[in-house]
Nanobody, 123 residues
């Protein structure tokens, strides 16, 4: 059974940082691209960041470029999202997702998805 479990969310003041973790199990992790998406209350799900299966390339949504960093460790079956300079508009539920072989732009492109972790940024 494949599981993606996010952790590390919480409440932080504007300008602060959080590091989200995604622990994967039950899949050949090194064969999967990983991505983070987010969904704010009443909003649509938004692409945040993605990393190739090998970790050699990363991609970011325009709203987080220069502030967020995605990374992974294939030996540990883990992916992370380092979030700096957080702003209230970053408040959302953050989801990690895994897609076999390649990156896709949409949440539904991904084979497996986690349950999400809440990030709340206060002003």
């Amino acid at each position: 059974q494949v599981r993606l479990v996010e952790s590390g969310g919480g409440l932080v003041q504007a300008g602060g940082s959080l590091r989200l973790s995604c622990a994967a199990s039950g899949l050949a992790f090194s064969a999967y691209a990983m991505a983070w998406f987010r969904q704010a209350p009443g909003g649509e799900r938004e692409f945040v960041a993605a990393i190739t299966a090998s970790g050699d390339k990363t991609y970011y949504g325009d709203s987080v470029k220069g502030r967020f960093t995605i990374s992974r460790d294939n030996a540990k079956n883990m992916a992370w999202l380092q979030m700096n300079s957080l702003q209230p508009e970053d408040t959302a539920v953050y989801y990690c997702a895994a897609r076999y072989y390649g990156i896709g732009p949409q949440f539904d492109d991904y084979n497996y998805r986690g349950q999400g972790t809440q990030v709340t940024v206060s002003s």
